[in-house]
């Protein structure tokens, strides 16, 4: 019996100390594939994906930046990509923030060493520039009970932060029960001594982390674009959920309108992750979720998106908790209790 999935593939953070070793670990069998990735790094005077993930100690300072995390997460997750089991089939592809490159060519709007190339050049470029910062703040609680007027109001804040003359502070993700902000230091410090500490940890800045989908990034979408060429893009073989939660259907989408909306609107303006998983929920109604390595933390945004819209009639934690236990209903590749179900 064939398993409907809607396949998302995530953004910087989600290669850790615990992910070194993924691609040894998971894919030893796609030598070849990786081989490519390796050979664009080479050609560029890079380091490979494979010697890096074959490192013997992890380094935050070094594997945190632009330069080296971006890479080695495409490598993880577009060999994750290709490491389904034959009874799934994709209905739909989306990603987060960086993971919508990574979806153009796991759906076939650009070919694997080209998303690789897009998420290496992209990559090299903001670690290169790195305006601005971000941090990570929650506006759901510990029960993912939906509170919009909590929510409402931290962006209300965000708002009169950035427009005051001197700082910089917008919304940079849309993130399920999170709000990842971005702007300068100025903006960032007014937020985080205006907002109470949460769980001791919130609000919690990003390393390495530049101020992505805000306008302060015009400059690096602007070499992006210089950079990439309109060439590499092609209708999607399976529909794509972008950062506003529109769907760019095969045999439908301008592919040159796709280029310019990767380097341009999605570089510059706020990434919605939430309404990316609304509309996959409502318009695709998929048996089933799966989010690719490395890293596990974004299935806790899925998860969260369906919370926040009311999707099957889930309403907090709890009810996600009784129908993934029941069901099944989301796998992150990058865990090993759910990664067995999908591969």
């Avoid at 593939?9 to 030893?28: D, I, Q, S, V």
């Avoid at 769980?199 to 990003?206: A, E, I, T, V």
């Avoid at 990034?217 to 060429?229: F, H, K, S």
């Avoid at 318009?283 to 945004?301: H, M, Q, R, S």
Wanted: hydrophobic content about 45%; overall charge negative; proline content about 5%.
């Amino acid at each position: 019996m064939t398993r409907r999935a809607v396949l998302i593939l995530p953004g910087r953070g989600t290669y850790n100390a615990g992910e070194l070793g993924y691609l040894k670990r998971h894919h030893a069998d796609r030598v070849d594939l990786i081989a490519r990735f390796d050979a664009i790094r080479e050609a560029a005077g890079e380091v490979p994906v494979s010697t890096l993930d074959g490192a013997e100690k992890f380094s935050l300072s070094r594997y945190s930046r632009g330069d080296v995390a971006s890479p080695l997460i495409a490598a993880c997750a577009l060999a994750d990509a290709t490491a389904l089991a034959d009874d799934i089939e994709i209905v739909a592809v989306s990603g987060n923030s960086m993971g919508w490159y990574l979806a153009l060519a796991a759906g076939g709007a650009v070919t694997p060493e080209d998303g690789f190339r897009i998420v290496n050049t992209m990559g090299g470029l903001m670690q290169a520039q790195l305006i601005g910062g971000q941090l990570v703040y929650p506006w759901m609680g510990v029960d993912w009970v939906p509170e919009a007027a909590r929510k409402a109001d931290l962006l209300a804040q965000v708002e009169e932060i950035g427009a005051r003359e001197g700082q910089a502070l917008a919304l940079s993700i849309d993130l399920g029960g999170m709000l990842v902000l971005a702007g300068d230091e100025a903006g960032l410090a007014a937020f985080e001594a205006a907002v109470p500490r949460v769980n001791d940890r919130f609000p919690m800045r990003l390393p390495n982390h530049a101020a992505f989908h805000t306008r302060l990034q015009a400059p690096v979408a602007a070499l992006g674009r210089d950079a990439l060429a309109r060439s590499i893009f092609h209708q999607p073989a399976k529909p794509l959920i972008d950062g506003r939660g529109h769907i760019w259907w095969p045999g439908a989408s301008d592919p040159a309108r796709l280029h310019d909306y990767t380097l341009g609107h999605q570089v510059t303006e706020a990434y919605d992750f939430t309404a990316a998983i609304r509309m996959a929920a409502r318009e695709f109604a998929p048996d089933l979720f799966i989010v690719t390595g490395p890293g596990d933390t974004l299935g806790g945004a899925v998860a969260q998106s369906l919370v926040a819209c009311g999707w099957r009639g889930l309403g907090s934690k709890a009810d996600f908790t009784q129908v993934q236990e029941a069901e099944g209903l989301l796998a992150s590749m990058g865990r090993s209790d759910q990664r067995g179900h999908v591969t």
